[in-house]
């Protein structure tokens, strides 16, 4: 099992940046891939950003060129750096880590708003 707590969320004005973290209970690169959700209200939570366990990162066209995914192996942390924020950016974001189709674990979620 492991245990994900996000923080870093906020309420930052377009254009601005933020950078959420998820500090999971176990080594990361153990993980066969880890992520970043999002959930804007009234809408589908979304898949964002993913890195697998050997490093090949994803990300989707709506925030291409504007979020970064990234981890520590020593503090066994999953970062997401997120630049030139948009309102649409306004959501619930949510980390997760997915071992197999029966073994995957979400954190509580941090709320990022961005103001226009």
């Known amino acids: 099992q492991v245990q994900l707590v996000e923080s870093g969320g906020g309420l930052v004005q377009a254009g601005g940046s933020l950078r959420l973290s998820c500090a999971a209970t176990r080594s990361i690169f153990s993980i066969n891939v880890m992520g970043w959700y999002r959930q804007a209200p009234g809408k589908q939570r979304e898949l964002i950003a993913s890195i697998t366990g050997g490093g090949t990162t994803t990300l989707a066209d709506n925030v291409k060129g504007r979020f970064t995914i990234s981890r520590n192996k020593d503090e066994n942390t999953l970062y997401l750096q997120m630049n030139s924020l948009k309102p649409e950016d306004t959501a619930v974001y949510y980390c997760?880590?997915?071992?197999?189709?029966?073994?995957?674990?979400w954190g509580q979620g941090t709320q990022v708003t961005v103001s226009s």
């Open positions: 997760n880590a997915w071992q197999s189709m029966e073994d995957v674990y």
